[in-house]
């Protein structure tokens, strides 16, 4: 596949919310929309933000499904999960199509809660973040890791930590929503008992775990589980990035929940199997014999990469969250010969960056996902 090339011609087709057709690999991209309760629904055990309950975008959304074309309904499905404050669905694109191409399964792109197109305008206002991050510097003085791209999840990690596991929970909640219409054949494209398996990439490959571990309604009890570029315990990952978070927003994270969330959580909400497997992936000591036990037992259900020069989700991280002997058997770590980053694993454009090897190493990666869930 020319992936530099796909990705600026996918790009230029994809409108969020319009359906179009894929002359050149014969797929439809068709929306479908969606809407979350969780804002009014109080006995999932979640803790929602009073700014937050009022976000409609949230709450209200589409979604894109990437479809082989000619196809009425489908029996079985891929779920993409995307990374961290992402508001575009553009990197994705041909990874998608690529899946969805060459397994011959329908490819659910489903937004994180407050990523996307589940996000606010003005989170992406030049205006809005300009002042945001002149308050910033205000605050915590010159800091090289703030951007544009990160001073909106940035300022709601610093306001309140707690929303990085209340937004997760708000999308398990939205995802177990979505693949019980799916199997109960309420869905018009998939038939009942449709089999969904998962392709995660960056803090998309810690929920697709936690969803796994805490299994709602033991909707994925038969799922496989392909992680990219991510998989390691929370502990492990270095948030500070300019496209992710800036330094005082991780650093207030990172202590949040590696000393104050267990205590904290149990003031709001009883135990249950989600609280349960979140607090597993905080850190390696916590719950090891099972969360290692758990991911031994999936076997040949989970495969994974890592990529060498990935400093946000570092290979160790994966190694403490599955235990030695399983991340020697199921993950596979590669590097590339090109400028890359976890962020931007795949880079297009770019006076140092070789499009055909870009497209080699693309195609060499998503031919082992498509293997696995083909």
């Known amino acids: 596949m020319k992936y530099s090339q796909r990705y600026q011609e996918l790009s230029s087709q994809f409108r969020l919310g319009v359906g179009?057709?894929?002359?050149?690999?014969?797929?439809?991209?068709?929306?479908?929309?969606?809407?979350?309760?969780?804002?009014?629904n109080q006995n999932d055990n979640t803790v929602l933000d009073p700014v937050d309950e009022k976000i409609n975008e949230n709450l209200s959304f589409v979604y894109p499904v990437f479809m082989p074309g000619g196809t009425q309904k489908a029996d079985k499905a891929i779920l993409l999960l995307h990374g961290l404050n992402e508001r575009s669905w553009n990197k994705y694109l041909p990874w998608a199509e690529y899946l969805c191409s060459k397994t011959g399964k329908p490819v659910i792109l489903f937004p994180i809660a407050f990523h996307m197109n589940r996000s606010p305008v003005s989170w992406s206002n030049p205006r809005v973040l300009q002042y945001n991050m002149s308050v910033r510097r205000q605050q915590y003085g010159e800091d090289r890791s703030m951007s544009f791209a990160n001073v909106a999840l940035s300022e709601r990690i610093t306001e309140k930590p707690y929303r990085f596991y209340s937004s997760g929970r708000q999308s398990i909640h939205d995802l177990?929503?979505?693949?019980?219409?799916?199997?109960?054949?309420k869905h018009s494209l998939f038939k009942e008992n449709t089999q969904i398996d998962i392709m995660a990439y960056s803090i998309g490959a810690f929920l697709a775990e936690i969803i796994m571990m805490a299994n709602p309604h033991r909707l994925f009890s038969d799922s496989k589980l392909f992680l990219f570029c991510g998989g390691g315990i929370f502990s492990s990952m270095v948030g500070q990035s300019r496209s992710i978070m800036d330094k005082k927003a991780f650093e207030m994270l990172y202590h949040y929940y590696?000393?104050?969330?267990?205590?904290?959580?149990?003031?709001?909400?009883a135990p249950d199997e989600i609280l349960e497997s979140f607090t597993s992936?905080?850190?390696?000591?916590?719950?090891q014999s099972e969360r290692e036990s758990f991911f031994n037992q999936l076997g040949n259900k989970l495969k994974g990469i890592s990529l060498l020069a990935d400093k946000v989700m570092p290979h160790q991280g994966i190694i403490e969250a599955l235990g030695q002997n399983c991340a020697a058997n199921r993950f596979s770590q590669m590097n590339f010969s090109f400028p890359y980053s976890h962020e931007?694993?795949?880079?297009?454009?770019?006076?140092?960056?070789?499009s055909a090897e870009v497209d080699s190493c693309f195609t060499n990666v998503f031919s082992k996902i498509c293997d696995f869930l083909g």
């Open 20 to 40: 179009t057709h894929l002359i050149e690999s014969n797929i439809d991209v068709r929306f479908f929309p969606f809407q979350s309760l969780q804002g009014t």
């Open 176 to 185: 177990s929503t979505l693949i019980e219409e799916i199997k109960n054949g």
């Open 258 to 269: 590696l000393n104050l969330f267990t205590d904290s959580v149990k003031t709001d909400s």
């Open 281 to 287: 992936m905080i850190s390696p000591e916590r719950k």
């Open 344 to 354: 931007n694993p795949f880079p297009v454009g770019g006076a140092l960056i070789n």
